[in-house]
């Protein structure tokens, strides 16, 4: 039920002109894409290093609540117009995108992974002033660091693997397969 409406939304975005127009532009879906992945680097980069300090890995020596700071606004500007190109992209392939395993895992992998953030921030925020200055930050810091490094890596694996066709639904695979990927008309097929 999920992935029929999940696939019937899909098909009205792609139904509209902008999208054709966009994913079959000369240029554009270009521009948008290198945008996207540009933007992903600075958004990445600066939370690795966040990460990094916040896992008593780097800058030491430097308080974590400055490192976090300094970082915050490249972070921030980076993540909001990486997510506008992501959405961008989505809407250029609706469809396909939809029925990739690898997109699906991308998206329950973000999810957790802004969810993560959220509480990592809180925590980062209420310890403030304890740690700060500590070389190794508490456990539960370390933990979160690590979870968000994790998962935004996972992010970017299956981001990557999204090109790739090797679970499309134009393939013979498993029921269980179709019904991750969302392959709609393949799951009906099969039963």
Request: aromatic fraction near 14%; include cysteine.
């Amino acid at each position: 039920m999920l992935n029929e409406w999940l696939l019937n939304r899909a098909r009205w975005l792609d139904s509209m002109a902008w999208s054709t127009d966009l994913h079959e532009s000369l240029y554009m879906y270009a521009w948008v894409e290198t945008t996207h992945v540009l933007t992903l680097t600075v958004f990445l980069g600066m939370l690795f290093i966040i990460d990094l300090r916040m896992l008593g890995l780097t800058f030491t020596g430097v308080p974590a609540s400055k490192i976090a700071d300094r970082l915050d606004i490249p972070m921030l500007i980076g993540m909001v117009i990486m997510v506008v190109t992501g959405f961008i992209l989505y809407f250029a392939i609706p469809v396909r995108s939809t029925q990739s395993i690898w997109f699906r895992i991308k998206v329950v992998l973000m999810i957790a992974a802004i969810a993560n953030a959220f509480l990592f921030r809180a925590k980062m925020k209420a310890a403030a002033g304890t740690w700060d200055l500590d070389p190794k930050p508490p456990k539960n810091i370390r933990v979160g660091a690590g979870l968000s490094l994790a998962l935004w890596s996972g992010v970017v694996i299956t981001g990557r693997t999204i090109a790739y066709d090797w679970f499309d639904c134009h393939k013979e695979l498993p029921y269980f397969m179709y019904w991750a990927a969302g392959c709609v008309d393949e799951m009906a097929a099969f039963q």
